[in-house]
């Protein structure tokens, strides 16, 4: 099946810094999703992005499914970016809408 | 509008006991997910419900595991005979298109 990884595991910034987060899958998908993982467990979708490039606020994501990477820019971080981002991906095969997950880059943003 | 909410927040019971855990999706959303999340761990997919289709079973770990959706709304994920290695939090997700949302999750113990 389709292999999802993610770099780095964990990161460790100061308040203000950027950082980039990359997630690299295996097969070509149909689906990608972004999440944030908070301290409490609450998981957050971020951004749906299958290819092309989105912003939000301080974040922002860019997928380049031709070369199968995505990447996570997280501007000015603040502490409450704290936690674990998450990349998903549908593959493209069959009609399946199963996210397969990968295991997260967690981020701490020391004040 | 509400979100996905999840029953109970935290259930502990005792090696070989039967437990239901609830899910209640955003009203409307066709599909709905059930994932497993281990301590530090990314998400292992469960089961997918999408309207009256037949449900998406194959992340089911073993036969102890079963879910319903009545209705196309409210969910109930059931675990027969718990064993130990079934502790973990037990999210729940819905989504009409692309994007799922997610709940607060079941914390579940297994003594």
């Known amino acids: 099946g389709i292999q999802v990884e993610q770099s780095p595991p964990d990161l460790i910034l100061q308040e203000g810094a950027n950082s980039t987060l990359r997630c690299n899958f295996s097969d070509s998908v149909n689906n990608l999703q972004w999440f944030h993982q908070n301290p409490w467990g609450q998981l957050i979708n971020l951004f749906y992005?299958?290819?092309?490039?989105k912003q939000n606020g301080r974040l922002s994501a860019t997928t380049v499914a031709t070369e199968r990477y995505s990447l996570l820019y997280i501007s000015s971080s603040q502490t409450t970016d704290s936690g674990v981002y998450f990349c998903?991906?549908?593959?493209?095969?069959?009609?399946?809408?199963?996210?397969?997950w990968g295991l997260g880059t967690s981020l701490a943003v020391n004040p | 509008g509400a979100g996905v909410s999840q029953s109970p927040s935290n259930k502990v019971t005792e090696k070989g006991k039967d437990v239901e855990l609830r899910c209640d999706p955003i009203s409307g959303h066709t599909a709905l997910y059930w994932y497993r999340q281990s301590l530090g761990q990314g998400l292992e997919f469960l089961i997918y419900?999408?309207?009256?289709?037949?449900?998406?079973k194959s992340g089911l770990p073993s036969d102890r595991f079963s879910a319903e959706r009545t209705g196309g709304s409210v969910s109930t994920l059931t675990i027969q005979r718990t064993q130990q290695e079934d502790s973990a939090v037990y999210l729940c997700?819905?989504?009409?298109?692309?994007?799922?949302?997610f709940g607060p999750g079941t914390r579940l113990l297994v003594l």
């Open positions: 998903a991906v549908v593959t493209n095969a069959g009609n399946n809408r199963k996210l397969i």
């Open positions: 992005i299958p290819s092309g490039t």
């Open positions: 419900f999408q309207g009256n289709s037949a449900p998406d």
């Open positions: 997700a819905s989504s009409q298109e692309e994007t799922q949302y």
